[in-house]
């Protein structure tokens, strides 16, 4: 049977960047690699259409398929004080994932080879995985190669100390005269009204004068029902937005953990975990893209390196441990959220808030940073973090 380099289970965010970054690697004394792509068809395994946003530096490898990129920002306190920035040279972007996912597929080069069926189970071995996957026909289908990369949704986050869930409902809102301000993209509106732990807040993706993503976000630990999200878009299009007689064009919702649970993306000899279910996504914030981008990346220069290409978690030791006491102070409700979260926008650049939360920064920035954030509370929470630590781990759920 044939064996390929590399076999990609799931073609989302994470599996798609991969197939299309090693799709031009070179192994060691044998050219491009053989990569199988596997994913199901259009059904309740697939993922929803989403939208993606991120930022970067200038110019980036997906800049051909945006759908929108703003170079200022703002975050909107309770009070209603707003700072808004210019970020170049960053920007944010906003990609859709049909366009990423048709520009990727057409795109692919003859090394990929894509399969519509859905895997059942993964056998690990010495020189080799074998993949077990079934067609739409019903028809089994199994395929072998050297490295399994995995990007299946985890059933259940990791055991953890402390899990939130950022949970959102997001509009894409159609108004009868000009509305938004296209220039600028609202990262935060924190006018909201706050859960008792947690924060919640509105974000505004303005596409033209008269479209925009508006979404409603909480960090908490449970998700609201359809007529909770509802209530909260509409109250936060309403009283707080000023929208009147606009026209919802399409709507998009999501869940997704942030965990201070330790993610493995070695689970066999041949066999990874990638993309959210490998740990990409930032705990404090729930961005997941950028770590996506950097965890291909490090896989595929292994793979060139003839080295085991174990996907690394893509986020520094340090800010996973900061995110910790963050999601902690949090969930206790020892933080205001709402009052941290303006803070941190109005007291520093917005540019080094950006490349901390994008594991950028320099430590001493980091240090800088903190100081004007809530002290106390954060303290507290670091000092009760380090009594737990000395108690057994957490069990998985
Ligand atoms: C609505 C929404 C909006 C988001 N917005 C942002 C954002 O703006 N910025 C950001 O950074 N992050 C965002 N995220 C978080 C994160 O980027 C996404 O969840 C992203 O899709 C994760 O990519 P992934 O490839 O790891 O997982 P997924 O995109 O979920 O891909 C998993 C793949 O596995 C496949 N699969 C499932 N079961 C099987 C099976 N049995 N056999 C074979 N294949 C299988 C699925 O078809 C899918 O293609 C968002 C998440 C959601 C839910």
Redesign the pocket.
């Known amino acids: 049977m044939r064996v390929f380099d590399v076999l990609i289970?799931?073609?989302?965010?994470?599996?798609l960047t991969l197939a299309h970054t090693g799709a031009g690697a070179a192994l060691p004394g044998a050219g491009a690699p053989e990569i199988a792509l596997?994913?199901?068809p259009v059904g309740a395994?697939?993922?929803k259409d989403?939208?993606?946003?991120?930022w970067e530096h200038g110019a980036g490898r997906w800049d051909a398929v945006l759908a929108a990129r703003w170079d200022r920002l703002s975050v909107v306190a309770p009070s209603g004080a707003r700072q808004e920035r210019a970020t170049g040279p960053l920007s944010y972007k906003m990609l859709r994932?049909r366009d990423f996912t048709e520009h990727v597929r057409t795109g692919l080069a003859p090394n990929v080879h894509p399969c519509t069926?859905?895997?059942?189970a993964i056998e690990d071995g010495t020189d080799h995985a074998t993949v077990h996957?079934s067609r739409p026909d019903g028809s089994e289908v199994r395929l072998r190669a050297r490295w399994v990369f995995d990007?299946?949704?985890l059933p259940a986050p990791p055991a953890a100390r402390t899990t939130l869930l950022q949970h959102f409902r997001g509009w894409f809102v159609r108004t009868g005269e000009d509305a938004f301000d296209p220039g600028t993209a609202v990262l935060m509106d924190l006018r909201t009204p706050q859960p008792r732990a947690g924060v919640s807040f509105g974000y505004l993706l303005p596409l033209s004068s008269r479209d925009a993503l508006v979404e409603y976000t909480e960090f908490t630990r449970e998700v609201l029902d359809d007529a909770g999200y509802d209530a909260a878009l509409r109250r936060y299009t309403g009283r707080v937005l000023g929208l009147e007689g606009f026209t919802v064009t399409a709507s998009?919702?999501?869940?997704?953990p942030m965990t201070d649970g330790r993610f493995r993306t070695r689970v066999g000899r041949r066999v990874f975990r990638?993309?959210?279910?490998g740990g990409?996504?930032r705990p404090s914030t729930?961005?997941?893209?950028?770590g996506?981008q950097r965890q291909a990346a490090a896989v595929v220069r292994a793979l060139e390196e003839g080295r085991t290409p174990v996907p690394p978690i893509p986020h520094r030791r340090r800010h996973l441990a900061m995110d910790a006491v963050l999601l902690r102070a949090l969930d206790t409700g020892r933080l205001d959220g709402a009052d941290f979260f303006a803070r941190l926008f109005a007291r520093n650049d917005m540019r080094d808030v950006l490349d901390f939360l994008d594991g950028r920064s320099a430590f001493t920035r980091e240090l800088a940073m903190g100081v004007t954030t809530p002290i106390a509370p954060m303290a507290v929470t670091a000092l009760e973090r380090a009594l737990l630590a000395m108690r057994p781990p957490p069990r998985a759920p």
């Open positions: 289970v799931g073609a989302g965010a994470a599996g596997l994913d199901p395994a697939r993922p989403r939208t993606w946003c991120f994932s069926a859905t895997v059942t996957a990007s299946r949704p998009e919702q999501g869940v997704i990638l993309g959210a279910a990409a996504t729930g961005y997941t893209f950028s996506i």
